[in-house]
C-alpha cells in the first residue's frame, strides 16, 4: 500500500494569531522545587491563596456531594445561587456562576463582543484579560497603569472609542494590589458610554480595609455594570474553582446562556454553599492576611521603598528588569513567588513563618 500522505506538509489547523499569545503561567510546584533542593517542603507564595485549609464544613460537604458523582450537577446552580443573592441581597435573575471569576470575564466578553470589538483594561493587570481578548476575537486595548502602579481612570475614559464594547477595572488590581477609590470611580462610570459595559473585577474584595475603596456591588444597579467575585480565593476554594457575577438580568441571562453546560461542578457547589455559612470565620482569616500584608509591606518598603500600598492578600515589588532574578534567588531558599519579567514581582501572603522566610530571601537577594 502507497503512504500518499507521507511527503505531504502537515496543514496548519489552529489560529496563526495565537502564536504571539502568552501563555497564563501558573505557580510552580512547591514539591518540584523541594525535590530540586534537597529540602522537606518548599513555600509557594505565588498565587495568591489562604494559607489556612478548607474552611469548616467544606471538606464534608464535598465528600458528601462525591457519593453523587456519577450524576450531573443542577446546572441551573439554583441552591447555590439562591444562597448568594440572600448573602449579598441582590435578585437571584442577576446572577450567574461559573468555573471561577476570570471564566464569567470570559462569558462576558463572548456575551458582549463581535470579533474586531475592543475590550479596554489597564495594564500591567490581570494576565488572563488580554488571552482572554484574543481567544474571543476581540481587540486587546491595553492603558498603561499610573505611576503609582494603578488604573489611570481618566486615560481609560479617554482611550474609550465607539468600537469599546467592554471595559474590565479590576479592583484591587492584580499583580499590584492597588485599588481605584469611590470618588474616581464615580467619575470614571459617569463618564463611559451607556452603551459599554463596565465588569468590575473583585476577586480580592474581602481583603480591602481602606473605607475608600468602594464595593462594586454598590454600582450594580447602574445598566452597564457587572460584579465578578470570586470564591477561590478569601473562601478558600482554589481547588474547586468557583465565581459569580452580580449584574442586570439582561446580562446575567446572556451569560448563563453561553456559559459550558455543568461548568459549575457538583463538589464546587456543595463545597460553595458549606463555605458561605462560615462568613464570620473568612473575616478572621482575612484579619490575619491583612495583618501579616501590613508587616510584609512595612519590611519590603525598607528595601523597594516605592512598594505599593496593596489591598489585596499579595504585595507588589516594582522591581523592574530584576524581577526574574529575584525569583530565581528567592526560588534558591525555597520560596516560590510571582515574577513578571521586566516589570515587578508579586508575592502573596502567607503564614507568619512563610512569609518570615520570604523576607529573609527578600533580604539577601536585595541587599
Not at 150 to 167: C, E, F, P, Q, S
Not at 355 to 363: H, Q, V, W, Y
Request: contains cysteine; negative net charge; proline residues 7%.
Amino acid at each position: 500500500m502507497t503512504d500518499t500522505g507521507r511527503h505531504r506538509p502537515t496543514p496548519r489547523l489552529t489560529r496563526v494569531d495565537l502564536d504571539a499569545l502568552p501563555n497564563y503561567v501558573p505557580g510552580r510546584s512547591p514539591a518540584d522545587l523541594a525535590r530540586e533542593l534537597g529540602l522537606p517542603e518548599a513555600i509557594k507564595l505565588a498565587s495568591n491563596e489562604v494559607p489556612y485549609g478548607p474552611l469548616p464544613g467544606v471538606v464534608e460537604a464535598v465528600a458528601e456531594a462525591v457519593a453523587g458523582v456519577h450524576r450531573y450537577p443542577d446546572m441551573g446552580v439554583v441552591a447555590l445561587r439562591q444562597a448568594l443573592a440572600e448573602r449579598y441581597e441582590v435578585d437571584v435573575d442577576r446572577i450567574a456562576t461559573g468555573c471561577g471569576s476570570v471564566a464569567l470575564a470570559e462569558h462576558l466578553v463572548r456575551a458582549t463582543c463581535l470579533p474586531g470589538d475592543e475590550l479596554l483594561y489597564s495594564w500591567r493587570s490581570f494576565e488572563a484579560y488580554p488571552i482572554i481578548a484574543a481567544t474571543s476575537g476581540a481587540t486587546s486595548v491595553r492603558v498603561a497603569n499610573d505611576a503609582g502602579h494603578g488604573h489611570d481612570l481618566a486615560a481609560m475614559a479617554a482611550a474609550v472609542t465607539d468600537r469599546t464594547r467592554m471595559i474590565l477595572v479590576c479592583n484591587p488590581n492584580n499583580p499590584t494590589g492597588t485599588a481605584v477609590r469611590r470618588a474616581e470611580l464615580d467619575r470614571f462610570l459617569d463618564a463611559v458610554p451607556d452603551d459599554v459595559l463596565v465588569v468590575i473585577d473583585e476577586a480580592y474584595r474581602e481583603f480591602v480595609t481602606d473605607p475608600e475603596v468602594p464595593d462594586g456591588l454598590g454600582y450594580a444597579d447602574r445598566p452597564n455594570v457587572a460584579v465578578l467575585r470570586t470564591l477561590s480565593k478569601a473562601w478558600g476554594l482554589a481547588g474547586l474553582r468557583i465565581g459569580f457575577l452580580v449584574a442586570q438580568p439582561e446580562v446575567a441571562a446572556a451569560v448563563r446562556k453561553v456559559v459550558t453546560p455543568f461548568s459549575t461542578s457538583l463538589a464546587a457547589q456543595a463545597g460553595a454553599l458549606a463555605a458561605l455559612a462560615e462568613a464570620e470565620e473568612v473575616r478572621r482569616r482575612c484579619a490575619l492576611v491583612v495583618a501579616e500584608r501590613d508587616r510584609v509591606t512595612e519590611a519590603l518598603r525598607k528595601l523597594v521603598p516605592d512598594v505599593p500600598t496593596s489591598q489585596a492578600n499579595f504585595v507588589w515589588l516594582p522591581i523592574g528588569d530584576r524581577a526574574v532574578e529575584f525569583g530565581k534567588a528567592c526560588e534558591a531558599r525555597g520560596v516560590i513567588v510571582r515574577p513578571f519579567p521586566g516589570d515587578g514581582v508579586r508575592v502573596t501572603i502567607g503564614t507568619p513563618a512563610e512569609n518570615d522566610t520570604f523576607l529573609a530571601a527578600a533580604e539577601s537577594a536585595l541587599t
